[in-house]
């Protein structure tokens, strides 16, 4: 029995052994899996500098000034001991605030942390009514209430929500009333003097909690409500959108606050994985402009994979899309020219081409630009009197494309340009012939009717991540290893009120 215990006791610290082996490198892979989650790269980059926030920051206390003036401020009675006197009764009420200026604020960014906005010397103005007992004296009258140096501090917590729109909330306010100078309407001024400091130290304490409640009140409803008109989701069109929600809450730096989005094109009939990962985007530190958006390839290179999936990267030219300028048609007699054996196999017939891309075209984007060699094959068919259609032949065309880029209306814009195309010989169905003969041709459709109308689809352009009533100006457009940086002022519009 007690070598069968012996044995039984190494059994059991060695699978102890082996379960915590075990249960460390299940840690480790966890650990492992949770990093790469949390190191997973935006495909594309807001940044909002100091002058931006500066800008948003005016209309934000605009907004506030003028809610802190609807402040309804309650009535305000009680006793005040007069040391050998008795007793004084007061009572203060239909309180007005007829003003409240806050002439001197500033926002600054708290790295790692958020914002905190700074309100110094603002003052407001009350009038109202009091009333007064004191044994047998009665009186009432009207007062002006002067507020003084008055110094409000905002702190703003940013996050996100599950549907990665940004938040914002007060995460601390004070409030700090420095004076208040009351000027009382009546005949006994010696006895205004009895309770002027408990209507004063009163008076404090109210304002400064109504204050901060407003605050609060005006930052998780007018602030929340409108950066919850950021989109998260844009369609473009009936084949794609555009994923623009938050993968993490906004990051305050000492001199940029910084919102990092998905920034992914979607296919709006079937959404899948995308097979390649965003590349690190790190935006320079510049700071002339408002805000500066930081998209990169992986952005742009998603959009042809989804447009790809959809079925979208297909195009079919026939005659009747020739321009009037061209002197050939698109028909068998022309290709004749080129493939002796149309003639006897299908005269005098009119002909389509279709055009598709065996694969998702994928850009690179280099301080120098942007390029791309997508592939497109080109199937030709001869259109047959009962108009069904005959195999001719496959074509695959390669070429050098370059874009220029610009802002227009919130959104990206662009142009291709083709360089030189290479044609090659994918299958046959009328034999053999020299492929070459047929460049300049080709070159023509491309030039002429596919890339026109790719350009006229690109300059409807695709809409830039902007909250309502945003308007963009003072472009800039840099090129960048993997991102293109954009920059702009803004100007907002405010809502009529009616």
Not at 176 to 183: E, F, P, Q
Not at 243 to 267: C, H, I, N, R, W
Not at 439 to 459: D, F, K, T
Request: aromatic letters at 10%; a positive charge; one cysteine or more.
């Amino acid at each position: 029995m007690g070598a069968g215990g012996g044995r039984t006791g190494r059994e059991r610290r060695a699978a102890a052994g082996m379960a915590a082996r075990s249960l460390a490198a299940f840690g480790a892979v966890l650990a492992v899996c949770l990093a790469l989650t949390a190191a997973t790269n935006p495909g594309f980059v807001v940044r909002i500098t100091q002058a931006g926030l500066d800008y948003a920051h005016q209309h934000g206390i605009t907004v506030l000034q003028k809610e802190l003036a609807k402040l309804k401020l309650p009535d305000i009675s009680g006793d005040f001991p007069v040391r050998r006197l008795g007793k004084v009764r007061y009572e203060i009420s239909s309180l007005d605030l007829r003003s409240f200026h806050l002439p001197y604020s500033r926002i600054s960014l708290v790295p790692n942390v958020g914002l905190q906005v700074a309100i110094s010397n603002a003052f407001a103005e009350v009038d109202g009514n009091w009333r007064v007992k004191f044994h047998f004296i009665r009186d009432h009258g009207s007062f002006n209430l002067e507020v003084k140096n008055v110094y409000i501090k905002i702190d703003l917590k940013l996050g996100n929500d599950a549907s990665g729109k940004p938040t914002v909330s007060t995460s601390a306010c004070s409030t700090r009333i420095s004076s208040v100078d009351v000027h009382f309407s009546g005949k006994f001024g010696w006895l205004y003097n009895l309770f002027y400091s408990a209507v004063e130290s009163r008076f404090k304490k109210i304002l400064e909690s109504k204050v901060c409640d407003s605050v609060v009140r005006s930052v998780g409803g007018d602030l929340q409500h409108y950066l919850q008109t950021l989109p998260v989701t844009a369609k473009i069109d009936a084949r794609a959108g555009i994923d623009y929600s938050l993968v993490a809450p906004p990051m305050a730096t000492a001199q940029t606050l910084d919102v990092d989005l998905k920034g992914e094109f979607f296919s709006l009939a079937h959404r899948g994985a995308v097979p390649f990962p965003p590349p690190v985007l790190a935006l320079p530190p510049d700071h002339d402009r408002m805000v500066y958006f930081g998209a990169s390839s992986y952005f742009f290179n998603t959009a042809g994979f989804a447009y790809h999936a959809a079925g979208a990267l297909v195009y079919e030219i026939t005659d009747s899309m020739i321009p009037k300028g061209v002197e050939f048609h698109l028909n068998t007699s022309t290709f004749a020219a080129f493939i002796p054996q149309l003639d006897e196999m299908y005269p005098n017939m009119l002909m389509k081409l279709r055009l598709s891309a065996p694969s998702a075209p994928f850009l690179s984007i280099t301080p120098g630009g942007i390029s791309l060699q997508p592939v497109v094959d080109i199937q030709a068919y001869a259109i047959l009197p009962n108009t069904s259609l005959a195999h001719l032949f496959l074509l695959s065309l390669t070429g050098n494309v370059s874009a220029t880029i610009d802002v227009k209306s919130g959104h990206i814009v662009g142009k291709l340009t083709v360089g030189r195309m290479k044609l090659s010989l994918k299958h046959s169905d009328v034999g053999t012939f020299q492929v070459r003969m047929l460049q300049s041709i080709m070159n023509i459709y491309a030039s002429s009717i596919l890339l026109p109308r790719v350009n006229e689809r690109l300059a409807e352009g695709f809409p830039l991540p902007l909250p309502d009533r945003i308007q963009l100006s003072n472009i800039l457009v840099q090129f960048h290893q993997n991102f293109l940086l954009l920059g702009a002022d803004v100007h907002y519009t405010p809502r009529e009120h009616r």
